[in-house]
């Protein structure tokens, strides 16, 4: 496949990265050579799951380690906990593209995946998924409504799986921060790598709540585009009520999957100035 404006720029920027540090030319070639082989999307196999590819999984995540390091972002060799895996399979079904064919915003969110890009550059133009839906592959006006209103279901569906284990991932970092205070460290490199950890886990975690409001941006064009191209009597308050119901869930991701900070922090009330004093004046005069 061609490489798209999207992916010349990301080539330009890296080459542009690898000049300025005046280090690290080798790493710079291997994350261009990624690039190029990001021009197909990670396989999938049954129900759209992630298929082992040595080129996703092993070739692009080196390349991507290295790019990282070139732009300042923390990196950390630990291994991953049982939970940070199962956090990231479970975040990758909501950060990929709604329409796993999507090519171009597949291999946006494969580079950043892979940290070839910074993971919040990983961005699925909101506009493809219409073009999708305008594909002979729906035969009836009706079916690309449903379409939009099960997506939208899904995804809310797949928020608190996603944030239970997101929480005990935090959890757990922030018990690493606490022993990583509390006794001696016998390396840097440990030290480094245990807050290079932590930095990955939140960005994941706030990668997340990004992707999904992209995704409700997608479908609501997607909607607009709908009811001037195919209007229906009966299928809008569906959609309408799916996205809602996505909107909420994806408030609690935005909030660092804490239900609780959905509608953010709650500020201090401020006391008025008129009862400044209160209980303090003078006693009424007596006649």
Not at 177 to 182: I, K, S
Request: aromatic content about 6%.
């Amino acid at each position: 496949m061609g490489k798209g404006k999207a992916e010349q720029s990301a080539t330009a920027s890296l080459a542009e990265s690898g000049r300025k540090s005046g280090q690290g030319a080798i790493a710079v070639a291997a994350v261009l050579i990624a690039v190029s082989l990001a021009a197909c999307t990670r396989p999938t196999g049954d129900f759209d799951r992630a298929r082992p590819s040595v080129i996703h999984d092993r070739v692009m995540p080196a390349a991507g380690d290295e790019a990282a390091r070139l732009r300042g972002d923390p990196v950390s060799k630990f291994n991953y906990t049982n939970d940070e895996k199962l956090m990231r399979n479970r975040g990758w079904t909501l950060i990929r593209p709604p329409w796993t064919k999507d090519w171009i915003g597949g291999t946006m969110v494969e580079l950043s995946r892979t940290r070839v890009l910074p993971e919040v550059e990983g961005r699925v133009p909101p506009d493809l998924y219409l073009i999708y839906l305008r594909s002979d592959k729906f035969q009836s006006s009706d079916a690309r409504y449903d379409k939009i209103a099960a997506d939208a279901s899904g995804d809310a569906e797949l928020v608190m799986p996603f944030c239970e284990v997101a929480l005990r991932v935090k959890a757990a970092d922030d018990e690493r921060l606490r022993v990583l205070q509390n006794k001696p460290v016998k390396s840097e490199e440990t030290y480094e790598g245990a807050k290079a950890r932590v930095w990955e886990n939140r960005v994941m975690i706030k990668w997340v709540g990004q992707a999904l409001r992209y995704r409700i941006i997608a479908y609501k064009k997607a909607l607009d585009g709908l009811e001037i191209e195919t209007p229906t009597r009966d299928r809008v308050w569906k959609v309408n009520n799916a996205i809602r119901e996505l909107e909420g869930q994806v408030r609690i991701a935005e909030a660092g999957c804490d239900p609780d900070k959905r509608y953010g922090d709650d500020k201090p009330v401020r006391r008025s100035r008129i009862y400044t004093g209160w209980g303090t004046e003078r006693a009424p005069v007596v006649k």
